[in-house]
Protein backbone atom coordinates (compact mmCIF):
# COMPACT_ATOMS: atom_id res chain seq x y z
CA UNK A 1 0.00 0.00 0.00
CA UNK A 2 1.19 3.48 -0.67
CA UNK A 3 2.99 5.47 2.27
CA UNK A 4 3.87 2.21 4.38
CA UNK A 5 7.48 2.03 5.77
CA UNK A 6 8.70 -1.42 6.56
CA UNK A 7 11.80 -1.42 8.61
CA UNK A 8 14.19 -4.47 9.76
CA UNK A 9 14.83 -3.99 13.57
CA UNK A 10 16.42 -7.02 14.27
CA UNK A 11 15.95 -10.57 15.12
CA UNK A 12 15.75 -12.42 18.35
CA UNK A 13 17.19 -16.17 18.58
CA UNK A 14 18.16 -18.80 20.86
CA UNK A 15 21.51 -20.63 20.56
CA UNK A 16 21.66 -23.22 23.27
CA UNK A 17 19.36 -21.72 25.33
CA UNK A 18 20.75 -18.57 24.93
CA UNK A 19 19.46 -15.08 23.96
CA UNK A 20 20.92 -13.12 20.99
CA UNK A 21 19.84 -10.21 19.09
CA UNK A 22 20.94 -9.46 15.62
CA UNK A 23 20.72 -6.01 14.63
CA UNK A 24 18.43 -5.25 11.15
CA UNK A 25 21.98 -4.21 9.53
CA UNK A 26 24.42 -6.62 9.04
CA UNK A 27 27.98 -6.29 9.88
CA UNK A 28 29.16 -7.22 6.41
CA UNK A 29 28.06 -8.48 3.24
CA UNK A 30 28.56 -10.29 0.11
CA UNK A 31 29.94 -13.54 1.28
CA UNK A 32 27.71 -16.11 0.34
CA UNK A 33 30.65 -18.19 -1.07
CA UNK A 34 31.72 -18.14 2.79
CA UNK A 35 28.13 -19.10 3.84
CA UNK A 36 28.32 -22.68 1.62
CA UNK A 37 31.59 -23.56 2.74
CA UNK A 38 30.30 -22.73 6.92
CA UNK A 39 26.99 -24.32 5.71
CA UNK A 40 28.78 -27.70 4.75
CA UNK A 41 29.23 -29.04 8.73
CA UNK A 42 25.11 -29.58 8.53
CA UNK A 43 24.41 -26.87 11.58
CA UNK A 44 21.95 -24.58 10.27
CA UNK A 45 19.36 -23.06 12.08
CA UNK A 46 15.72 -22.59 10.99
CA UNK A 47 16.38 -19.36 9.71
CA UNK A 48 19.13 -20.52 7.70
CA UNK A 49 21.81 -19.12 9.58
CA UNK A 50 24.79 -20.50 10.58
CA UNK A 51 26.80 -20.06 14.12
CA UNK A 52 30.66 -19.20 13.10
CA UNK A 53 33.80 -17.97 14.68
CA UNK A 54 35.69 -15.81 13.32
CA UNK A 55 39.67 -15.97 13.97
CA UNK A 56 42.87 -14.07 12.75
CA UNK A 57 46.31 -15.23 12.72
CA UNK A 58 49.11 -13.09 11.69
CA UNK A 59 52.09 -15.23 12.29
CA UNK A 60 51.76 -17.33 9.51
CA UNK A 61 50.66 -21.54 9.41
CA UNK A 62 48.38 -22.00 12.47
CA UNK A 63 48.45 -25.60 14.05
CA UNK A 64 45.69 -27.70 15.46
CA UNK A 65 46.84 -27.48 18.98
CA UNK A 66 47.24 -23.49 18.43
CA UNK A 67 43.75 -22.78 17.68
CA UNK A 68 42.19 -25.09 20.52
CA UNK A 69 44.26 -22.67 22.68
CA UNK A 70 42.76 -19.29 20.84
CA UNK A 71 39.80 -20.80 21.03
CA UNK A 72 39.90 -21.43 24.80
CA UNK A 73 40.83 -17.95 25.48
CA UNK A 74 37.82 -16.84 23.69
CA UNK A 75 35.11 -18.66 26.56
CA UNK A 76 37.83 -17.43 28.98
CA UNK A 77 37.39 -13.96 27.76
CA UNK A 78 34.17 -13.30 27.01
CA UNK A 79 30.42 -14.32 27.83
CA UNK A 80 29.14 -13.90 24.60
CA UNK A 81 30.96 -16.79 22.44
CA UNK A 82 30.12 -19.97 23.20
CA UNK A 83 31.22 -23.59 21.68
CA UNK A 84 27.45 -23.02 20.02
CA UNK A 85 29.43 -20.80 17.61
CA UNK A 86 31.88 -23.22 16.18
CA UNK A 87 29.65 -24.58 13.62
CA UNK A 88 32.35 -23.32 11.28
CA UNK A 89 35.21 -21.20 11.77
CA UNK A 90 36.23 -18.18 9.51
CA UNK A 91 39.71 -18.52 9.18
CA UNK A 92 41.92 -14.77 8.75
CA UNK A 93 45.19 -15.99 7.85
CA UNK A 94 47.13 -18.38 5.94
CA UNK A 95 46.31 -22.18 6.43
CA UNK A 96 45.94 -24.40 9.21
CA UNK A 97 48.07 -26.89 9.31
CA UNK A 98 46.46 -31.03 10.06
CA UNK A 99 42.85 -29.15 9.35
CA UNK A 100 42.84 -30.69 5.37
CA UNK A 101 42.10 -28.21 2.61
CA UNK A 102 42.11 -24.50 3.39
CA UNK A 103 37.79 -25.04 2.94
CA UNK A 104 36.50 -28.09 4.47
CA UNK A 105 35.82 -29.87 7.69
CA UNK A 106 37.98 -30.63 10.00
CA UNK A 107 37.46 -32.35 14.09
CA UNK A 108 37.97 -30.26 16.59
CA UNK A 109 36.58 -30.74 20.41
CA UNK A 110 34.82 -33.76 19.16
CA UNK A 111 32.80 -32.53 16.72
CA UNK A 112 33.16 -31.96 12.72
CA UNK A 113 33.61 -27.92 12.33
CA UNK A 114 33.18 -26.67 8.57
CA UNK A 115 36.31 -23.98 8.21
CA UNK A 116 36.97 -21.54 5.22
CA UNK A 117 39.78 -19.95 5.34
CA UNK A 118 40.21 -15.88 4.16
CA UNK A 119 43.45 -14.69 2.73
CA UNK A 120 42.74 -11.82 1.47
CA UNK A 121 44.00 -8.96 3.35
CA UNK A 122 41.42 -6.89 2.39
CA UNK A 123 39.06 -8.91 4.65
CA UNK A 124 38.87 -7.53 8.20
CA UNK A 125 36.66 -9.08 10.53
CA UNK A 126 37.06 -8.48 14.02
CA UNK A 127 37.65 -12.24 15.75
CA UNK A 128 34.63 -13.54 17.69
CA UNK A 129 31.18 -15.03 17.41
CA UNK A 130 28.67 -13.86 14.04
CA UNK A 131 25.96 -15.42 11.97
CA UNK A 132 26.01 -15.86 8.39
CA UNK A 133 22.90 -15.93 6.18
CA UNK A 134 22.33 -17.76 3.14
CA UNK A 135 22.63 -14.60 1.06
CA UNK A 136 26.29 -14.00 3.21
CA UNK A 137 25.39 -11.43 5.17
CA UNK A 138 27.37 -11.46 8.66
CA UNK A 139 26.19 -10.08 11.80
CA UNK A 140 27.18 -10.02 14.88
CA UNK A 141 24.97 -11.44 17.48
CA UNK A 142 24.68 -9.61 20.94
CA UNK A 143 23.76 -11.35 24.16
CA UNK A 144 20.85 -10.36 25.65
CA UNK A 145 21.09 -9.63 29.34
CA UNK A 146 17.54 -9.44 31.97
CA UNK A 147 17.44 -6.05 33.56
CA UNK A 148 16.02 -8.38 37.09
CA UNK A 149 17.12 -5.63 39.48
CA UNK A 150 15.63 -2.95 37.44
CA UNK A 151 18.40 -1.19 37.08
CA UNK A 152 17.58 0.88 33.64
CA UNK A 153 15.07 2.92 31.89
CA UNK A 154 15.80 1.86 28.08
CA UNK A 155 18.71 -0.58 26.96
CA UNK A 156 20.18 0.49 23.47
CA UNK A 157 20.64 -1.27 20.18
CA UNK A 158 24.28 -0.86 18.76
CA UNK A 159 25.79 2.83 17.78
CA UNK A 160 25.01 3.94 14.37
CA UNK A 161 28.71 5.67 13.84
CA UNK A 162 27.51 6.94 10.69
CA UNK A 163 24.96 9.42 12.19
CA UNK A 164 26.06 9.78 15.64
CA UNK A 165 23.22 8.24 17.03
CA UNK A 166 21.88 5.30 19.44
CA UNK A 167 18.11 3.56 19.48
CA UNK A 168 16.05 2.19 21.91
CA UNK A 169 16.65 -1.45 21.60
CA UNK A 170 13.97 -3.45 19.67
CA UNK A 171 14.20 -6.92 22.15
CA UNK A 172 13.12 -8.19 24.98
CA UNK A 173 13.55 -11.26 27.28
CA UNK A 174 11.18 -13.45 29.34
CA UNK A 175 10.28 -12.81 32.74
CA UNK A 176 8.31 -10.08 34.44
CA UNK A 177 9.42 -6.75 34.42
CA UNK A 178 12.69 -7.42 33.33
CA UNK A 179 13.66 -5.93 29.93
CA UNK A 180 17.04 -6.93 27.93
CA UNK A 181 20.13 -5.52 27.87
CA UNK A 182 22.04 -5.98 24.98
CA UNK A 183 25.86 -6.45 25.18
CA UNK A 184 28.30 -7.23 22.17
CA UNK A 185 31.10 -9.71 22.46
CA UNK A 186 34.36 -8.31 24.17
CA UNK A 187 36.70 -10.30 21.17
CA UNK A 188 35.70 -7.93 18.72
CA UNK A 189 37.81 -5.18 20.46
CA UNK A 190 41.00 -4.38 20.98
CA UNK A 191 42.30 -1.37 23.35
CA UNK A 192 44.06 1.25 22.36
CA UNK A 193 46.03 4.80 23.26
CA UNK A 194 43.25 6.39 21.45
CA UNK A 195 40.72 4.14 22.34
CA UNK A 196 41.23 2.90 25.91
CA UNK A 197 37.59 2.29 26.90
CA UNK A 198 37.55 0.08 23.50
CA UNK A 199 34.75 -2.72 24.31
CA UNK A 200 33.65 -1.73 27.84
CA UNK A 201 30.24 -1.77 28.52
CA UNK A 202 28.66 1.35 29.42
CA UNK A 203 25.39 2.52 31.22
CA UNK A 204 24.24 6.08 31.69
CA UNK A 205 22.36 7.67 34.14
CA UNK A 206 18.89 9.42 32.69
CA UNK A 207 19.65 12.50 32.90
CA UNK A 208 22.66 12.79 30.41
CA UNK A 209 21.24 13.62 26.60
CA UNK A 210 22.38 11.08 24.18
CA UNK A 211 21.76 11.55 20.44
CA UNK A 212 18.52 9.16 19.19
CA UNK A 213 17.49 8.91 22.62
CA UNK A 214 14.41 10.70 25.15
CA UNK A 215 15.77 11.54 28.29
CA UNK A 216 13.63 10.84 31.14
CA UNK A 217 15.04 12.94 34.16
CA UNK A 218 12.99 10.44 35.82
CA UNK A 219 9.32 11.48 35.06
CA UNK A 220 7.06 9.77 32.92
CA UNK A 221 5.72 13.02 31.75
CA UNK A 222 8.81 14.67 30.33
CA UNK A 223 9.64 11.34 28.69
CA UNK A 224 7.10 11.62 27.02
CA UNK A 225 6.74 15.57 26.31
CA UNK A 226 10.19 16.13 24.53
CA UNK A 227 11.47 14.11 21.41
CA UNK A 228 14.67 11.67 21.34
CA UNK A 229 17.37 14.69 21.51
CA UNK A 230 19.67 15.38 18.66
CA UNK A 231 23.06 16.24 21.02
CA UNK A 232 25.12 14.15 23.49
CA UNK A 233 25.87 15.15 26.63
CA UNK A 234 30.00 16.24 26.60
CA UNK A 235 31.03 13.34 29.29
CA UNK A 236 28.73 10.73 27.56
CA UNK A 237 30.11 11.60 23.89
CA UNK A 238 33.97 11.47 25.67
CA UNK A 239 33.36 7.94 26.72
CA UNK A 240 32.14 7.38 23.04
CA UNK A 241 35.07 8.54 21.51
CA UNK A 242 37.11 6.86 23.91
CA UNK A 243 35.66 3.11 22.94
CA UNK A 244 33.54 2.47 25.53
CA UNK A 245 29.98 0.77 24.32
CA UNK A 246 26.23 2.15 25.55
CA UNK A 247 24.52 -0.43 26.64
CA UNK A 248 21.68 1.37 28.32
CA UNK A 249 20.05 4.55 30.17
CA UNK A 250 19.69 3.41 34.13
CA UNK A 251 17.42 5.15 36.60
CA UNK A 252 17.38 8.04 38.43
CA UNK A 253 15.22 9.24 41.39
CA UNK A 254 13.33 12.43 39.67
CA UNK A 255 15.05 15.07 38.64
CA UNK A 256 17.60 13.70 40.63
CA UNK A 257 16.32 14.59 43.82
CA UNK A 258 17.20 12.48 46.83
CA UNK A 259 14.15 9.76 47.18
CA UNK A 260 13.65 6.86 49.18
CA UNK A 261 12.05 3.53 47.60
CA UNK A 262 8.37 2.87 48.39
CA UNK A 263 7.70 6.24 50.48
CA UNK A 264 8.96 8.35 47.08
CA UNK A 265 9.25 6.97 43.89
CA UNK A 266 5.72 7.30 42.15
CA UNK A 267 6.62 7.71 38.24
CA UNK A 268 9.08 4.65 38.16
CA UNK A 269 10.03 1.52 40.70
CA UNK A 270 13.44 2.57 42.90
CA UNK A 271 15.80 -0.33 41.27
CA UNK A 272 17.20 -3.07 43.88
CA UNK A 273 19.86 -3.79 45.93
CA UNK A 274 21.60 -6.79 45.28
CA UNK A 275 23.70 -6.06 49.09
CA UNK A 276 21.96 -8.13 51.80
CA UNK A 277 18.89 -10.02 51.78
CA UNK A 278 18.22 -7.30 48.14
CA UNK A 279 15.56 -5.24 49.84
CA UNK A 280 17.54 -2.29 50.86
CA UNK A 281 17.61 0.95 49.65
CA UNK A 282 19.65 1.73 46.57
CA UNK A 283 20.14 5.94 47.54
CA UNK A 284 19.67 8.03 45.26
CA UNK A 285 20.35 9.56 42.71
CA UNK A 286 22.22 7.78 40.83
CA UNK A 287 20.63 4.28 41.85
CA UNK A 288 20.25 2.81 38.42
CA UNK A 289 24.53 2.89 38.41
CA UNK A 290 24.55 1.85 41.61
CA UNK A 291 22.13 -0.65 41.44
CA UNK A 292 23.06 -2.08 38.07
CA UNK A 293 27.04 -1.66 38.72
CA UNK A 294 26.50 -3.85 42.02
CA UNK A 295 24.62 -6.60 40.54
CA UNK A 296 25.54 -7.44 36.69
CA UNK A 297 29.14 -8.47 35.80
CA UNK A 298 28.26 -8.28 32.88
CA UNK A 299 28.25 -4.38 33.02
CA UNK A 300 31.78 -2.90 33.57
CA UNK A 301 30.88 0.97 33.92
CA UNK A 302 28.42 3.31 34.61
CA UNK A 303 28.09 7.27 34.49
CA UNK A 304 26.23 8.91 37.15
CA UNK A 305 26.08 12.60 38.72
CA UNK A 306 26.96 13.48 42.41
CA UNK A 307 25.46 17.35 43.98
CA UNK A 308 24.92 16.49 47.57
CA UNK A 309 26.05 12.75 47.86
CA UNK A 310 24.21 11.03 44.81
CA UNK A 311 27.03 8.57 43.30
CA UNK A 312 28.54 8.47 46.91
CA UNK A 313 25.61 6.84 48.56
CA UNK A 314 24.66 4.44 46.08
CA UNK A 315 27.99 3.31 45.61
CA UNK A 316 28.64 3.04 49.45
CA UNK A 317 25.69 1.19 50.07
CA UNK A 318 25.75 -1.54 46.82
CA UNK A 319 29.55 -2.04 47.85
CA UNK A 320 31.31 -0.54 44.78
CA UNK A 321 33.59 2.63 43.87
CA UNK A 322 32.23 5.39 43.09
CA UNK A 323 33.05 9.35 43.09
CA UNK A 324 32.55 13.08 43.12
CA UNK A 325 35.06 14.46 41.70
CA UNK A 326 36.58 18.17 41.74
CA UNK A 327 33.79 20.55 40.57
CA UNK A 328 33.94 21.96 37.01
CA UNK A 329 36.22 18.93 35.61
CA UNK A 330 33.95 18.23 32.77
CA UNK A 331 31.77 20.56 31.04
CA UNK A 332 27.79 19.54 31.79
CA UNK A 333 26.61 20.75 28.33
CA UNK A 334 23.44 18.80 27.48
CA UNK A 335 22.48 17.18 31.19
CA UNK A 336 20.02 18.11 33.74
CA UNK A 337 21.03 20.24 36.30
CA UNK A 338 19.98 20.07 40.10
CA UNK A 339 22.79 23.52 40.83
CA UNK A 340 24.98 24.07 38.27
CA UNK A 341 27.39 25.41 41.13
CA UNK A 342 28.15 22.25 42.78
CA UNK A 343 26.85 19.42 39.76
CA UNK A 344 29.54 16.72 38.59
CA UNK A 345 29.82 13.64 36.60
CA UNK A 346 31.33 10.77 38.24
CA UNK A 347 31.54 7.23 37.75
CA UNK A 348 30.33 3.69 39.73
CA UNK A 349 32.43 1.14 38.71
CA UNK A 350 33.44 -2.55 40.41
CA UNK A 351 37.44 -2.41 38.83
CA UNK A 352 39.14 0.43 39.80
CA UNK A 353 41.24 0.27 36.81
CA UNK A 354 38.45 0.67 34.60
CA UNK A 355 37.93 3.91 36.49
CA UNK A 356 41.36 5.09 36.04
CA UNK A 357 40.95 4.68 32.03
CA UNK A 358 37.60 6.63 32.31
CA UNK A 359 38.39 9.44 34.60
CA UNK A 360 41.47 9.94 31.66
CA UNK A 361 39.46 9.63 28.95
CA UNK A 362 36.26 11.89 30.15
CA UNK A 363 38.46 14.52 32.39
CA UNK A 364 41.28 14.83 30.16
CA UNK A 365 43.69 17.36 30.81
CA UNK A 366 41.65 18.53 33.84
CA UNK A 367 42.59 15.83 35.87
CA UNK A 368 46.34 15.12 37.10
CA UNK A 369 47.49 11.39 38.14
CA UNK A 370 50.13 12.08 41.19
CA UNK A 371 53.19 9.40 41.67
CA UNK A 372 52.56 9.34 45.91
CA UNK A 373 50.09 9.53 48.25
CA UNK A 374 49.08 12.47 50.34
CA UNK A 375 51.50 12.54 53.81
CA UNK A 376 49.14 13.01 56.14
CA UNK A 377 46.08 10.82 56.86
CA UNK A 378 42.88 11.97 58.69
CA UNK A 379 39.16 10.60 59.56
CA UNK A 380 35.67 12.30 59.78
CA UNK A 381 33.12 10.50 62.05
CA UNK A 382 35.10 7.20 62.47
CA UNK A 383 34.99 5.39 65.66
CA UNK A 384 37.34 4.97 68.29
CA UNK A 385 39.28 1.68 69.14
CA UNK A 386 37.28 0.87 72.46
CA UNK A 387 34.35 3.18 72.23
CA UNK A 388 30.98 2.26 73.13
CA UNK A 389 28.87 0.85 70.53
CA UNK A 390 24.54 1.81 71.00
CA UNK A 391 23.88 -1.71 69.52
CA UNK A 392 25.34 -5.07 67.80
CA UNK A 393 24.76 -3.82 64.32
CA UNK A 394 26.77 -0.54 65.15
CA UNK A 395 29.28 -2.64 66.76
CA UNK A 396 30.17 -5.01 63.66
CA UNK A 397 30.24 -2.08 61.50
CA UNK A 398 32.76 0.01 63.99
CA UNK A 399 35.15 -3.63 63.65
CA UNK A 400 34.76 -3.22 60.24
CA UNK A 401 35.62 0.17 59.72
CA UNK A 402 38.67 0.37 62.39
CA UNK A 403 40.20 -2.91 60.66
CA UNK A 404 39.41 -1.07 57.01
CA UNK A 405 41.08 2.23 58.80
CA UNK A 406 44.09 -0.50 60.03
CA UNK A 407 44.86 -1.63 56.40
CA UNK A 408 44.95 1.59 54.85
CA UNK A 409 47.34 2.65 57.76
CA UNK A 410 49.91 0.07 57.19
CA UNK A 411 49.71 0.74 53.77
CA UNK A 412 50.70 3.94 53.65
CA UNK A 413 52.99 4.14 56.82
CA UNK A 414 50.56 6.68 58.33
CA UNK A 415 48.85 6.62 61.51
CA UNK A 416 45.78 8.17 61.20
CA UNK A 417 43.89 11.35 63.33
CA UNK A 418 40.47 12.37 63.79
CA UNK A 419 39.46 15.76 62.12
CA UNK A 420 37.36 18.10 63.57
CA UNK A 421 36.68 20.40 60.39
CA UNK A 422 34.00 22.49 62.19
CA UNK A 423 36.45 23.37 65.40
CA UNK A 424 38.58 24.21 62.84
CA UNK A 425 36.42 26.48 61.11
CA UNK A 426 35.92 28.61 63.84
CA UNK A 427 39.54 29.48 64.59
CA UNK A 428 40.19 30.42 60.84
CA UNK A 429 37.23 31.58 59.64
CA UNK A 430 37.85 34.37 57.48
CA UNK A 431 35.70 37.04 59.89
CA UNK A 432 34.81 36.55 63.39
CA UNK A 433 31.25 37.54 62.91
CA UNK A 434 30.48 34.39 60.64
CA UNK A 435 28.20 32.00 62.40
CA UNK A 436 29.20 28.45 63.24
CA UNK A 437 29.16 25.93 59.86
CA UNK A 438 26.02 24.40 61.11
CA UNK A 439 24.78 28.03 61.13
CA UNK A 440 25.93 28.76 57.60
CA UNK A 441 25.73 25.97 55.99
CA UNK A 442 21.70 25.08 56.87
CA UNK A 443 20.08 26.32 54.31
CA UNK A 444 22.79 26.66 51.93
CA UNK A 445 22.48 23.31 49.68
CA UNK A 446 18.25 23.24 49.80
CA UNK A 447 18.31 26.74 48.76
CA UNK A 448 20.91 25.98 45.92
CA UNK A 449 19.22 23.14 44.16
CA UNK A 450 15.19 24.40 45.18
CA UNK A 451 16.18 27.84 43.47
CA UNK A 452 18.58 26.85 40.35
CA UNK A 453 15.89 23.82 39.19
CA UNK A 454 12.97 25.84 39.97
CA UNK A 455 14.64 28.08 37.65
CA UNK A 456 16.46 25.88 34.94
CA UNK A 457 14.30 22.89 35.03
CA UNK A 458 10.85 22.94 36.42
CA UNK A 459 9.81 26.63 34.97
CA UNK A 460 10.64 25.67 31.58
CA UNK A 461 9.63 21.91 31.44
CA UNK A 462 5.71 23.32 33.16
CA UNK A 463 5.58 26.03 30.31
CA UNK A 464 6.11 23.12 27.67
CA UNK A 465 4.07 21.05 29.12
CA UNK A 466 0.79 23.41 29.21
CA UNK A 467 1.29 24.84 25.83
CA UNK A 468 0.11 21.08 24.78
CA UNK A 469 -1.77 20.06 27.71
CA UNK A 470 -4.52 22.54 28.25
CA UNK A 471 -3.02 24.66 30.65
CA UNK A 472 -2.79 21.71 32.95
CA UNK A 473 1.15 20.93 34.96
CA UNK A 474 2.67 17.14 34.99
CA UNK A 475 2.34 15.30 37.69
CA UNK A 476 5.68 15.51 39.60
CA UNK A 477 6.65 13.61 42.93
CA UNK A 478 6.30 14.32 46.52
CA UNK A 479 10.08 15.31 46.91
CA UNK A 480 10.97 17.62 44.18
CA UNK A 481 7.25 19.13 44.52
CA UNK A 482 8.73 19.43 48.17
CA UNK A 483 11.59 21.14 47.58
CA UNK A 484 10.50 23.28 44.79
CA UNK A 485 8.06 24.80 46.88
CA UNK A 486 10.48 25.59 49.43
CA UNK A 487 12.67 27.40 46.75
CA UNK A 488 9.42 29.38 46.08
CA UNK A 489 8.61 30.55 49.39
CA UNK A 490 12.78 32.05 49.57
CA UNK A 491 12.96 35.57 47.85
CA UNK A 492 15.56 35.59 44.59
CA UNK A 493 18.26 37.36 46.97
CA UNK A 494 18.16 33.89 49.32
CA UNK A 495 19.95 32.44 45.85
CA UNK A 496 22.53 34.94 46.07
CA UNK A 497 23.28 34.17 49.84
CA UNK A 498 24.09 30.53 49.43
CA UNK A 499 26.16 30.75 46.85
CA UNK A 500 28.11 33.54 48.69
CA UNK A 501 28.14 30.88 51.95
CA UNK A 502 29.13 27.88 49.37
CA UNK A 503 31.88 29.96 48.37
CA UNK A 504 33.18 30.66 51.72
CA UNK A 505 33.51 27.36 52.88
CA UNK A 506 34.92 26.00 49.79
CA UNK A 507 37.88 28.77 49.76
CA UNK A 508 38.53 27.30 53.76
CA UNK A 509 38.41 23.95 53.14
CA UNK A 510 40.95 24.36 50.17
CA UNK A 511 42.80 26.36 52.27
CA UNK A 512 42.56 24.86 55.90
CA UNK A 513 41.32 21.36 55.39
CA UNK A 514 42.81 20.19 52.17
CA UNK A 515 45.10 22.18 50.66
CA UNK A 516 46.56 21.23 47.36
CA UNK A 517 49.97 20.15 46.55
CA UNK A 518 52.06 22.60 44.01
CA UNK A 519 54.08 21.90 41.39
CA UNK A 520 56.79 21.15 43.58
CA UNK A 521 54.81 17.77 44.98
CA UNK A 522 54.37 14.72 43.90
CA UNK A 523 50.71 14.49 45.90
CA UNK A 524 47.61 15.93 45.04
CA UNK A 525 46.72 17.21 48.26
CA UNK A 526 48.36 17.48 51.88
CA UNK A 527 45.96 15.09 53.24
CA UNK A 528 43.88 12.07 52.41
CA UNK A 529 40.70 12.10 54.50
CA UNK A 530 38.57 9.00 55.06
CA UNK A 531 34.97 9.95 56.18
CA UNK A 532 32.34 7.43 57.32
CA UNK A 533 28.44 7.64 56.76
CA UNK A 534 27.69 5.77 60.03
CA UNK A 535 25.41 2.82 59.89
CA UNK A 536 22.36 3.87 57.99
CA UNK A 537 20.58 0.68 57.27
CA UNK A 538 17.41 1.55 54.97
CA UNK A 539 15.03 -1.00 53.93
CA UNK A 540 12.49 -0.75 50.60
CA UNK A 541 9.26 -1.49 52.60
CA UNK A 542 10.20 1.77 55.51
CA UNK A 543 7.32 4.38 54.51
CA UNK A 544 8.63 6.91 56.52
Not at 234 to 243: C, K, S
Given at each position: AKGQKILNTGTTLSLNDILYYLPGKPFSSGHSSIYALCASSGKTSGLGLVPVTVVTSTTGNVGLGSLQTVIDTFGKRDDVWSEGFLSAIIFQGTTIQGAGTSNSTFRLRNSTVALASIQSSSTNFPQGPYFISPTGDLYQPYRLYADSEGAFTQPLGPYDAFQGTYTTLPATVPGINAPGVAVPSRLYYTKTASKPLAGVRTGIKDI????????????????????????????????????????????????????????????????????GDGYQDTSSSSSGPGSGIGSYPWLDLTLGSDTGGSIRGPSQVQGVFGNRPSHGLVPLTNTMPLAPELDTAGFLVRDPSIWTAAAKAMYQDAITFFPQFPPKLQTINFPVPGSTASDSTEAEANAILLAFLAKIEAFLGLRASPLNYTARWDQSKPEPTLPPLSVLLNRTYPTLISKEQTKNVRDPFFADYAAVHDNRIPFVDPVPRVRWAFGDSLPASELDVAINNKTLFKDFWESYVLPAGNNETDYCSESLILYSSGVNILYRDNYL
Open positions: YDIAGIRTSDGNRAFYELYPPRNATAVPVQRLIDAGAILVGKMKTSQFANGEVATADWVDYHEPFNPR
